[in-house]
């Protein structure tokens, strides 16, 4: 793969890794899927349980880092799940 302007650009547009690296909630998005999905070592996960891991972490990070994640987990979940972003699939 070329380096060059284009094709950076046309990455940073289209790319689900490279979008997830400069979302917003970037650095919430990866450090949750990577405890649940990598520290945690699962492959799949009902909603059910995803969505209770998601709001144990988020009142983790508002309650001790200081952090506003006011929405309920299956919205974040939703939203990541999506077909513009594609960091998590429903099955």
Do not use: C
């Amino acid at each position: 793969m070329a380096f060059d302007y284009q094709t950076l650009t046309q990455l940073k547009k289209n790319h689900p890794a490279w979008r997830l690296m400069t979302a917003d909630h970037g650095p919430l998005i990866l450090s949750f899927l990577d405890r649940v999905f990598k520290e945690e070592n699962h492959r799949t996960l009902s909603e059910s349980q995803l969505s209770m891991r998601l709001e144990d972490f988020l009142y983790h990070l508002n309650q001790v880092d200081g952090e506003d994640f006011p929405r309920d987990p299956r919205f974040y979940l939703d939203d990541w799940a999506s077909d513009d972003k594609g960091w998590l699939r429903k099955f």
